[in-house]
């Protein structure tokens, strides 16, 4: 997510790439802390809005946990980035990547994002990621509804 709109020209081609490859881009007005949250696991919060003079390093899985619901509430409320001439590309039915189709597969048959993560030896937010990644590959607005589209294109083996 970019704190306002990319003004220089390696800045827009950037966002133009990252765009045409199937990556949405949003912008807010301003970004309050900068962040990286790294699955379950940790977090880095910048100490200052610039995060240019040092970060703290949070494992608390509840910390993680509130930073990720302000993370999404922050996202939800920004502004999605179209530029002219670019073109979000949809990957055709064999694109999604092998752990997609391996989340998908057991998606279908009924496991909750918790038993898809120890199968997989994943975080469940890397696994709810990828069921949002193939619900949006296959325009579902439901688990049951990605199932149904995913056996409608051929995608379970």
């Known amino acids: 997510m970019y704190a306002g709109v ?7 081609e950037a966002v133009r790439a990252a765009i045409e490859a199937g990556v949405e881009v949003r912008t807010a007005h301003s970004l309050p802390v900068r962040m ?5 696991h940790f977090a880095l919060v910048g100490l200052v809005p610039s995060g240019t003079t040092g ?9 993680i946990t509130a930073l990720t619901q302000y993370y999404d509430q922050l996202w939800a409320a920004a502004t999605p980035v179209a530029l002219p001439g670019s073109v979000r590309s949809r990957p055709s039915s064999n694109q999604l990547a092998p752990t997609e189709r391996e989340v998908l597969s057991l998606l279908v048959h009924g496991l909750k994002d918790e038993a898809i993560a120890r199968h997989l030896g994943l975080s469940v937010r890397t ?3 990828h069921i949002s990644t193939v619900m949006e590959f296959v325009d579902a607005p439901t688990r049951f509804a990605a199932g149904a589209a995913a056996q409608r294109l051929g995608l379970l083996g």
């Open 6 to 12: 990319p003004r220089r020209p390696r800045g827009t």
């Open 36 to 40: 990286l949250i790294v699955d379950d």
């Open 55 to 63: 970060a703290l390093l949070v494992r608390s899985a509840v910390l």
């Open 127 to 129: 696994v709810r990621r």
